[in-house]
Each structure stands twice: as C-alpha cells, then as structure tokens.
C-alpha cells in the first residue's frame, strides 16, 4: 500500500534533501582543504615539521579525497535505502548498522574535522521510528551516536591528524578565520537538523490524529453496517412469515377448505345416498392426498438454501462466517466430529440449532464471542454453544429455545442450557440404528 505523500511529508522530504545537500558540500570543504594543504606543504618542503607535529602519517592527499567522498556517497545510499527501500525490520536494522560503520569511516577519513555527519544518521533513525516498539532501540542508538559525537571517536584520536594542525599551517589570521568557519557549518547543520525535527514531530503528530479520525469513520461504517445488517435481517424475516402465511393459505388452507365441504356434503347424502357418498368420500381422499403433497412441497421450500447447495458442514461454516461478519461477534467453530450421513430433516435441526443459538448470543446475550463445538461421541451427536455475554440469572424460555426443544423433539433429542459467565446450550442428537425417525418406524 502506498504511503499518502502530503504537503507536510514533502517539505520533510524537501529539508532532508537540504541537510543531505549541505552536509556534502561540507565533506567536501573539509576534504578538499586539507587535501589541498597537504599538497602545499609538500611543494613547500615543509613535509618533516608538519609530520613531526602528528602522532600518525596522513594519507595521500588525493586518496584521501577520494576515501571521504566515497564514504559520504555510500552512507547517503544507505540512508536512502533505509528510508525508501522497503526493507523487512531485520534488513533495515542491518542497513541502518551498516550506515553507522560508514559514518564513523567518513569521520575517520576526514581526520575527525567534522561530525555533522552523525546527525544524518540520527535523521534516518528518527524517521522509521515507530512508537513503543522501537522506542529502546533508539534510545540506544542515539545514546551511542551522541557520545560518537561528542568525543569525537576517541578510538581514532591517536590514529588522525587532527584539523587544528593543518590550520596551523596558515598565518594566525587566517586560522582564527578557518576555525571559525569550521564552527559556523557545524552550527548550521545543527540548525538545518533542529528545524527537521521540528517538522518531523509535527508530521507524525498530524499523521496520528489522520489514522484517530479514519479509526473513528470506520467504526461509525461499522455501526452503520451492523444497524443495516439487523434491518436486512427484519426484512428477511418479515418476508419469510409473510411467504409462510402464503403456503399456508394456498396449501392447507385450500384443501382443508374443500374436504370440510366434502364432508358437508357426506352428511346431508349419507342417509339418501351411500353410493354418492362414497363417491364423494373417494372425492376427498384424492383432495387430501393432494393436500399432503403440496404441503410436503411447501416443507421442503422451507429447507435452508444453503443445505440445498452444499453439505451441512460447509453451511454451518458459511452461516458461522457471514453472522459473524455482519454482527462483529468473534464466533469461533472446534470441530471435533461430524457424522458421515443424515437425513435431510436433521441436517436441516443442526444447521437451525447452530443458526439460533448465535444469533441468540448476540441479541440476547449481547456476546462479543462465541465458540460452537460440534462433536461425535458413540450414540449421540453434540452441538455445544457458548458465549461470553450478560447471561441472565431469571431465565425464561422464549421461542427461540422453545423452537430448538420442539425441533429436537422430533429426533428424540434434547436441549439443556445454563448461565454461567455467559450463556451455554447443549443440543444432542442421537445416532445410530436404534433411532426413530419421526413416523416412530425404526431406521433400517
């Protein structure tokens, strides 16, 4: 995902790029004065005094030159890597060592004439930092960078030849001028660094409050969602009862209409004509029949459409994912068994078990996390639903679990529910050949 590149990030970005600048032209002040020094005091065969005056012998002049602006070339490639390259945590913390290695090489090469530099580094550090996490690793970081700093890296004094010494080499007037512009660019990185600091606390404080305000549309999303979910819900099952009363009068209500009229008609014959009621009677059973065959019909409509598309295991699980995506409850499924066949009737009792019993979770219970553990044990099928909501000590049964008792009813199983930290139910299903189904025949 692309980072949003605001005014504010491209003035930050603008200044680095000034500090980056300026702090360039300076290694190449330094290292071209002392680079064109030392070439003087070689043409003026005053190489043996100056060298006397230095614990070491300094570098060629032109390879050391070329050693600080090389140095300087790769640490800003490094600093640019670690900012922008996309690094993984580990890499990044690897390239933002190795940018330190290179700084302190620069400082050396430069004989310690300069350390302006460290707070490039510093620069790049703060500008991954990211918050709590991090927040050791840059209190050490800085703390080893300070003392780099200030001291000049005391493991190299012994080993450089110092600024003063080849200021020294000019008249006093012009060495007061030299050392006093050396301590003008150094303020005036400090100052560049300073005022990009300033900046950058102010662009993670404005980029805070952006990510507190998208948090906040996307929660108000969210209620809106939820209150729109609840409404598609009361839709649906106002569509539902409505497409109920509608079998209901087309189907029983219709034939059971005309067998009434049938047998009206079977009283007033049945004395003067057996043989028409008989025929009338013959009349009514063919109306019946036809009746149960509609309402089989209408019962079948009735079975889920997702059990009529895929297994029960795979519907249990879609209708777990969607409930939970549109109610925000965290519902999680612990399968521990699922029988390999069932009628359609008790595939049809699992799934509306599993469907009530979360949904009751969260409008009643006011859950925010439920956990459906379906299990085989020998002889019996298992659907434990529990969740962490409100519970309640005085239960009284609604129908919702009035529906569940009746459904399990007809496959001779049975509900037992509790409140304890929440609300849990057990629904258990017996299976096996011992089983009745719902004309009381035993299963063969």
């Not at 530099?117 to 840059?138: C, F, I, K, P, T």
């Not at 699922?338 to 078990?353: A, F, H, M, S, T």
Request: aromatic fraction near 8%; glycine fraction near 8%.
């Amino acid at each position: 995902m692309t980072e949003a590149y605001t005014p504010e990030k491209r003035r930050l970005e603008w200044l680095y790029g000034l500090l980056g600048l300026y702090n360039g032209l300076v290694v190449l002040l330094m290292a071209g004065f002392m680079s064109l020094t030392q070439e003087k005091i070689i043409k003026t065969m005053s190489a043996h005094a100056f060298l006397t005056t230095l614990p070491i012998v300094p570098m060629p002049a032109f390879r050391g030159f070329l050693a600080s602006i090389g140095a300087y070339a790769l640490m800003l490639f490094l600093g640019k890597l670690y900012r922008h390259g996309g690094l993984t945590g580990g890499q990044r913390h690897l390239v933002f060592a190795a940018e330190i290695g290179v700084c302190m090489l620069l400082m050396r090469s430069l004989n310690l004439a300069y350390d302006g530099v460290v707070l490039l580094a510093v620069a790049d550090l703060m500008h991954r930092y990211q918050g709590e996490n991090q927040s050791w690793l840059l209190l050490g970081a800085m703390v080893g960078l300070y003392f780099m700093a200030n001291y000049n890296l005391a493991i190299f004094q012994r080993h450089v030849a110092p600024f003063d010494v080849y200021a020294a080499y000019y008249r006093p007037e012009v060495q007061s001028v030299l050392l006093a512009i050396q301590n003008g660019l150094i303020s005036l990185n400090i100052v560049l660094f300073v005022l990009y600091l300033v900046l950058l606390v102010q662009n993670k404080h404005h980029e805070k409050e952006r990510i507190a305000s998208l948090n906040k549309q996307l929660e108000e999303a969210n209620v809106r969602l939820r209150a729109y979910a609840i409404e598609a819900e009361r839709t649906a099952e106002t569509r539902e009862r409505n497409r109920l009363a509608r079998e209901i009068h087309d189907t029983l209500g219709h034939t059971l209409t005309g067998i009434v009229a049938g047998l009206d008609a079977c009283l007033v014959l049945v004395d003067a004509a057996p043989a028409a009621v008989k025929k009338q009677m013959e009349k009514i059973r063919a109306t019946a029949q036809h009746g149960i065959v509609d309402v089989r019909r209408s019962v079948k409509k009735l079975r889920p459409d997702d059990l009529e598309k895929m297994p029960l295991q795979q519907a249990v699980k879609k209708v777990i994912a969607e409930f939970g995506a549109s109610s925000g409850v965290d519902i999680h499924l612990v399968e521990l068994g699922w029988p390999e066949k069932l009628r359609e009737d008790e595939e049809e009792v699992i799934y509306r078990i599993v469907q009530e019993g979360i949904t009751n979770a969260r409008r009643h219970g006011k859950a925010t996390k439920v956990t459906v553990t379906c299990g085989l044990e020998p002889g019996r099928f298992y659907i434990i639903i529990a969740d962490n909501g409100q519970g309640c000590k005085d239960l009284q049964q609604g129908f919702g679990l009035r529906h569940m008792e009746e459904r399990l009813a007809l496959l001779h199983g049975r509900l037992r529910y509790w409140s304890d930290k929440g609300f849990t139910l057990e629904a258990t299903i017996p299976m096996g050949k011992n089983v009745m189904d719902n004309n009381g025949e035993a299963e063969g």
